[in-house]
């Protein structure tokens, strides 16, 4: 049976708070250096031109049953024709990401500047938490939780005897680490909020090709099947008409 503890209230006072008022204030220095040390790079006329067709053609596909189907055929050779259509990439003309890393040298180098802005806080406070913080149960969880949970939230700590509920300090680390994104958002802004989690995916999604959107796009406008709506529009307000006068 899982042991109840009794946390004393200095751990609440030096360490849960610290801890969490020292991630945050990492977090929202980080972002201010992250700022100071991007650099300002004039948008490739190439990747928005391709990235604004790529918007049309799903508004096409979203609003396809609004248009008669003349009118849908028009737009949908127009932005998939084989020879000359807006998403069609010949053979061979495909980018490569890589290469494009490579002979653009601010490119690598503001990928380097990410990496280091969020590696380098990451590894100290790790380490701070890890000597000064290492072996401490922080906090409790106000619902009970299944085994699973356990490496997750008590991590650093080797007692299979305590309650799940219970959260160590390496663990709250982590909580912090990639649960901060709302505090963030009400601090920084929206569009400024950015949690590490996002970070990591935009870290390993870094050097996508591009036309490969324009293909996946111009695929979907071949499969789709036009049913003109409007007539449908006309049934439902004819019945709606009907049941308003009876």
């Given at each position: ?6 946390l004393d ?5 030096w ?92 490119m ?7 990496n ?59 909580l912090?680490l ?66 308003l006068?009876?």
């Amino acid at each position: 049976m899982a042991e109840d503890l009794v946390l004393d209230t200095a751990i609440r006072d030096w360490v849960l708070i610290p801890l969490t008022v020292v991630m945050i204030l990492i977090g929202v220095l980080r972002y201010f250096v992250s700022k100071l040390m991007r650099s300002q790079q004039n948008p490739d006329a190439k990747v928005v031109r391709e990235g604004q067709v790529v918007i049309r053609a799903r508004n096409l596909r979203a609003g396809a049953n609004f248009i008669p189907a003349k009118s849908f055929r028009a737009r949908r050779a127009y932005f998939s024709n084989e020879e000359n259509g807006l998403l069609h990439v010949p053979k061979g003309q495909g980018q490569n990401p890589q290469a494009q890393m490579f002979s653009d040298p601010n490119m690598a180098m503001d990928m380097m500047k990410k990496n280091l802005s969020m590696i380098i806080p990451q590894t100290l406070t790790f380490a701070w938490v890890n000597f000064f913080f290492s072996g401490f149960v922080a906090a409790k969880i106000p619902f009970p939780l299944t085994q699973r949970f356990r490496s997750m939230l008590q991590n650093g700590i080797d007692l299979s005897t305590v309650d799940v509920s219970y959260v160590s300090s390496r663990s709250w680390y982590f909580l912090n680490l990639f649960g901060l994104r709302g505090l963030f958002s009400l601090i920084l802004g929206e569009e400024n909020a950015m949690d590490d989690t996002q970070r990591m995916m935009q870290m390993s999604g870094f050097g996508m090709d591009p036309t490969k959107n324009l293909s996946a796009e111009k695929d979907g406008l071949d499969i789709i099947q036009h049913e003109w709506a409007l007539p449908k529009f006309e049934q439902r307000a004819e019945a709606a008409l009907k049941k308003l006068i009876s």
